[in-house]
């Protein structure tokens, strides 16, 4: 029998941080290696030229997503690992779903607000259309399934949306993906607990290639609370859950049971522990990550297969839209 499809991407726009990793990339790998799905994951890097960029450090920041995502164990012989841009068909559909995608549903988008504020000086189209360019990456290739952290629910639903239209006016055509959310689906900022961890704000990252003294550092410093007892409490302690959070999605125990294992600890001990733990969790991703990258060539041909069979159903795919929409 078929397997479902699942598809997912990251923007190369900096280092992955542990949110990535525990919202998305963990999953992608424990989602692959369940066999349940036929998987494909991409370098969102059409989308990263929304935000400001250097060309000069784009092929680089491409080649560490891969070596990100090979290391942490996305398999090029279960999942087809590929670049965004090797496929013009998502373009291709994005323009399309354009010309369907309510005006309305795009300006409600709290990203493209959140960015327009962040980037003043550079509120281009691109971060309006994001959503829609992400719709096309899900439609594209008939995904039924879209492993993402929780900020992405919203173009989610607009990709839904979309696909329900389409469909509407011009015939079954496309699946209406459904996310899914890892238990830990928005991991907070370590300064600045109230805030999501996000890459725009490196501050607050805990970055997953980070070396282990740089982990112990970061920990340490982390916003936690007046008190000093170590209780899961979110809207209370938002520093100290959000560190039971990152241990219960890194160990798989449940919150519970993470706190069981502190109790007793004073909020230095906490961050000890943490520390060592996180750092001991990512030492053979480390390991791996830096012999990749002495190999860049097994990347590259890594991608390019990857981008070979994604293009070949999104060609298919394409010839089938078009006919659909009389072109
Ligand atoms: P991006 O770096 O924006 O391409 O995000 C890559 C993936 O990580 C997406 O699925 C996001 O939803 C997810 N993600 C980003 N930040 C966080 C966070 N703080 N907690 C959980 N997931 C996140
Ligand atoms: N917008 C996503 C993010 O910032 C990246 C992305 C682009 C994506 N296209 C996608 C995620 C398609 C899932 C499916 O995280």
Known sequence: MKKPILVSGIQPTGRLHIGNYLGALKNFVDLQNSGKYDCYFFIADYH?????????????????????????????????????????????????????????????????????DA?????????????????????????????????????????RTLARKFNSHF???????????????????????????????????LFIDDEPEVIKSKIRGAVTDSESVVKYDPKRKAGISNMLEIMS?????????????F??????ELKHSLADYVSDYFEKFRKKKATLLKKSAVIKSALRSGSAKAKKSAEKKMADIKKKIGL
Not at 99 to 113: D, H, Y
Not at 186 to 198: N, Y
Not at 249 to 261: C, F, H, P, W
């Open 48 to 116: 990263s030229l929304t935000e400001n960029f250097n060309p000069a450090e784009k092929p680089a920041q491409i080649l560490n997503l891969a070596a990100d995502f090979l290391a942490a164990g996305l398999d090029p012989k279960k999942s087809k690992i590929f670049i965004q841009s090797a496929v013009p068909q998502s373009t291709e559909l994005a323009w399309i779903l354009e010309t369907i995608a309510p005006m309305g549903e795009l300006k409600r988008m709290t990203q493209f607000k959140d960015k327009s």
């Open 119 to 159: 980037q003043q000086e550079n509120v281009n189209v691109g971060l309006f259309t994001y959503p829609t360019l992400m719709a096309a990456d899900i439609l594209l290739y008939d995904a039924q399934f879209v492993p993402v952290g929780d900020d992405q629910l919203q173009h989610l639903e607009l990709a």
């Open 171 to 205: 015939g079954r055509t496309f699946f209406e993906p459904k996310e899914i959310l890892t238990a830990t689906p928005r991991v907070m900022s370590l300064d600045d607990p109230e805030k999501k961890m996000s890459k725009s704000r490196p501050g607050g990252c």
């Open 249 to 261: 999605g890194l160990s798989g125990k449940s919150i519970a049971e993470v706190e069981r294992g």
């Open 263 to 268: 109790a007793g600890m004073n909020y230095g």
